[in-house]
C-alpha cells in the first residue's frame, strides 16, 4: 500500500525567508502524480503544486517549488521569500496514476510565519 | 472562482444518531470523493463516487456509511448510526473528468462532534 511520511510536525519561518517542509512517500508504481496541499485555518485544502513522476523536471508555481527526488521517494516544497499568508497546514499528497483514484495523505505539517 | 461548499461547518449529534453530511461540488465536475481526519491523524479516503455509483471505497466506508446524489448538484454522506469513534473532519473533494481527474478540489469541510 502507498504510505505518505512527512516527519516534520510544526516549521516556523522568519517572514521573507526560506523553508522547506519535507515529504517521502512509499510506492511499487512507477508513474504517480505527487501533491502539495495548503489548508489555512478553517478553510479548504488548497492545491499548492503537483508533479508527475514521469517529468524530470521539479515543477515551480512562482514562490513555491518542488524537489522531487524519484529514487528516493523523496518530495520536498520549498517556499521561497515566506508571507504571513503561508501559515497553514500543509499536506503532502500521492495518486498512483493507475487503479484508485483516491488521495493518499501525509500527517501534515503546520507551518507558523514570523512577522 | 469555483468552490466546493460544504454544510454545516459543525455538527454536533449524538451517539446513534443519523446524520447527514452536505457538500455542493464544482458544477461541472464528474468525480466526486469523500475523506476523513480523526484529530492528529492522517487525511484518509472514505469514498468516491462516479456516474451514480460508488467506484471505490475504503475499509472504512462500512454499512454505517452511505453517498447519495439526490438532485444532481449536492453529494451526501450519511451516518446510520454515529458512534463515539467516528468523531472527525469530514472533507468532500471533487474532480473534472478526463485528466481532469487528477486533480482534487476540497471543502473546507465538516466537524463532526459524537457525544
Known amino acids: 500500500a502507498q504510505t505518505v511520511t512527512q516527519s516534520q510536525p510544526e516549521m516556523s519561518v522568519q517572514e521573507a525567508e526560506t523553508v522547506t517542509l519535507s515529504c517521502t512517500y512509499d510506492?511499487?508504481?512507477?508513474?504517480?502524480?505527487l501533491f502539495w496541499y495548503k489548508q489555512p485555518p478553517s478553510r479548504q485544502m488548497i492545491l499548492v503544486i503537483r508533479q508527475e513522476a514521469y517529468k524530470q523536471q521539479n515543477a515551480t508555481e512562482n514562490r513555491f517549488s518542488v524537489n522531487f527526488q524519484k529514487a528516493a521517494k523523496s518530495f520536498s516544497l520549498k517556499i521561497s521569500d515566506s508571507q504571513l499568508g503561508d501559515a497553514a497546514m500543509y499536506f503532502c499528497a500521492y495518486k498512483g496514476k493507475t487503479g484508485a483514484n483516491n488521495l493518499f495523505f501525509g500527517t501534515g505539517t503546520r507551518l507558523t510565519v514570523i512577522p | 472562482e469555483p468552490e466546493v461548499t460544504q454544510t454545516p461547518s459543525h455538527q454536533v449529534t449524538q451517539m446513534g444518531q443519523e446524520v447527514i453530511l452536505r457538500c455542493v461540488p464544482i458544477?461541472?465536475?464528474?468525480?466526486f470523493y469523500w475523506y476523513r481526519q480523526i484529530l492528529g491523524q492522517k487525511v484518509e479516503f472514505l469514498v468516491s463516487?462516479?456516474?451514480?455509483?460508488?467506484?471505490?471505497k475504503s475499509e472504512i466506508f462500512d454499512d454505517q456509511f452511505s453517498v447519495e446524489r439526490p438532485d444532481g448538484s449536492n453529494f451526501t454522506l450519511k451516518i446510520r448510526s454515529t458512534k463515539l469513534e467516528d468523531s472527525a473532519m469530514y472533507f468532500c473533494a471533487s474532480s473534472a473528468g478526463g485528466l481532469g481527474k487528477n486533480i482534487q478540489y476540497f471543502g473546507a469541510g465538516t466537524r463532526l462532534s459524537v457525544l
Open positions: 463516487f462516479y456516474n451514480n455509483e460508488i467506484s471505490e
Open positions: 458544477s461541472n465536475h464528474l468525480y
Open positions: 510506492t511499487s508504481e512507477s508513474d504517480y502524480y
